[in-house]
């Protein structure tokens, strides 16, 4: 008899990271046996005791998983420990300083000090983001990509002059960080990404710290892979279109028009399919690289009938003949379901080869979508070090993580 537990997970594995879940679940032992959630009905001092405990029991599972990482990443054949614990684990590009990044997220989250909520997902992908930061402030961050949506701004909002990401994004310019936006969005012109982007590109033209060369390190991808901008300060939209051939992986150089056709009228064609049996109030949108739904006036979907959507135009595509010859990604935005030619995973390469060839150690992605199906930036990880943030303001406090790592660490090397 399929029990009630197994029909869920069956249903809802393309929403969990099983990396952050076997984590939690480490961390879920200490917690039950050393919790004592009746100290709190006790003296001081046997509470300090409990939150000592804790803390060195959830330390030493970090430590754990630190060597199991380290191992994971020396293992050229793909047979790890942490492989078999964990089969759909990825591919690391540096060490993760877990036991640090613990001891610093449980200094402002207090995972150790609670007695009835266990570590959560959020503690632990937090604790992730803090350990990716540490070996890279070591290392040296050379490259920094954003998504756009629930990374910069709001969803369907604008980058304003007044977002706080702004100034911190300008201080890493000034350090010589290089600045990636690989964005969904999919213009054609650099007028939709200035309208996008305009606090942002203008405090950039108007920043007296920064050279005329450093202003040039950033550059906006756009449909995933399909469009590269540069700044360029005379020009009205401050971005000029870089040409293909100046910036294309030799991968891409291989894909044809007849291809790229035919691939989006499979997917426009499951799109419909979807709209018709779920009777979705939605309108399609056929781009030069791109095929879509968007709901109908004020209408919106639900997140269900976003998953479903997405899940079933993705499968129908891995299985025709032309989505196993070009690359794809099929998402949900939120409010609409996107297929784009290519993913973020080459337009993040892209942007490492139009630098200079920068290696994934040195490269940073920040993203909001990291679950297996239906998120644009979960590819990211195959190319790059990565960041899983839930907000805009989240990319703030990870930003000046970042700034408070490498102000500690210029005042030790001096």
């Given at each position: 008899m399929t029990t009630r537990y197994r029909v869920e997970y069956a249903l809802k594995t393309h929403r969990r990271d099983q990396f952050i879940e076997w984590i939690k679940g480490l961390l879920a032992v200490p917690f039950v046996l050393h919790s004592q959630p009746t100290t709190v009905f006790e003296d001081t001092e046997e509470d300090a005791a409990t939150v000592n405990t804790?803390?060195?029991?959830?330390?030493?599972?970090?430590?754990?998983?630190?060597?199991?990482?380290?191992?994971?990443?020396?293992?050229?054949?793909?047979?790890?420990?942490?492989?078999?614990?964990?089969?759909?684990?990825?591919?690391?590009?540096?060490?993760?300083?877990?036991?640090?990044?613990?001891?610093?997220?449980?200094?402002?989250?207090?995972i150790s000090s609670r007695r009835f909520v266990a570590p959560s997902f959020n503690d632990v992908r937090s604790i992730l983001n803090t350990a990716q930061l540490i070996p890279l402030v070591r290392g040296g961050l050379a490259l920094l990509t954003?998504?756009?949506?629930?990374?910069?701004?709001?969803?369907?909002?604008?980058?304003?002059?007044?977002?706080?990401?702004?100034?911190?994004?300008?201080?890493?310019?000034?350090?010589?960080?290089?600045?990636?936006?690989?964005?969904?969005?999919?213009?054609?012109?650099?007028?939709?990404?200035?309208?996008?982007?305009?606090?942002?590109?203008?405090?950039?033209?108007?920043?007296?710290?920064?050279?005329?060369?450093?202003?040039?390190?950033?550059i906006v991808m756009g449909g995933e892979t399909n469009y590269l901008f540069r700044f360029e300060s005379p020009s009205p939209s401050r971005l000029v279109e870089v040409p293909r051939g100046d910036w294309t992986l030799s991968e891409m150089r291989n894909w044809t028009e007849e291809d790229i056709d035919e691939l989006l009228t499979v997917a426009e064609g499951a799109l419909k399919d979807c709209?018709?049996?779920?009777?979705?109030?939605?309108?399609?949108?056929?781009?030069?690289?791109?095929?879509?739904?968007?709901?109908?006036?004020?209408?919106?979907?639900?997140?269900?009938?976003?998953?479903?959507?997405?899940?079933?135009?993705?499968?129908?595509?891995?299985?025709?003949?032309?989505g196993r010859r070009l690359p794809f990604c099929a998402f949900n935005g939120g409010n609409d379901v996107f297929v784009d030619i290519g993913d973020k995973a080459l337009g993040v390469l892209a942007c490492q080869q139009y630098f200079g060839g920068i290696a994934g150690s040195k490269t940073l992605h920040i993203g909001d979508q990291f679950l297996s199906a239906g998120s644009n930036d979960f590819k990211a990880r195959e190319v790059s070090t990565t960041c899983w943030i839930a907000s805009p303001e989240e990319t703030v406090q990870l930003l000046d993580e970042y700034s408070e790592f490498y102000a500690q660490r210029k005042e030790r090397i001096k």
């Open positions: 804790a803390v060195r029991r959830y330390g030493e599972i970090m430590l754990d998983v630190e060597a199991l990482i380290t191992d994971h990443l020396s293992n050229a054949s793909n047979r790890s420990k942490l492989k078999l614990l964990v089969p759909s684990v990825g591919k690391f590009f540096t060490p993760l300083a877990l036991h640090e990044a613990f001891l610093y997220q449980d200094s402002k989250r207090r954003f998504d756009g949506d629930l990374t910069l701004y709001p969803d369907g909002s604008n980058l304003t002059e007044d977002n706080p990401v702004i100034p911190r994004i300008i201080n890493l310019m000034r350090l010589g960080v290089c600045i990636g936006i690989v964005t969904a969005a999919a213009y054609t012109s650099p007028t939709g990404y200035y309208q996008r982007l305009a606090g942002l590109l203008d405090a950039i033209y108007s920043d007296d710290g920064l050279s005329d060369m450093r202003k040039k390190n950033l709209v018709r049996n779920m009777h979705l109030k939605a309108r399609f949108l056929r781009k030069e690289r791109a095929a879509g739904i968007i709901p109908q006036g004020n209408s919106k979907f639900t997140r269900e009938q976003l998953e479903e959507t997405v899940l079933v135009t993705q499968k129908i595509l891995e299985t025709s003949e032309v």
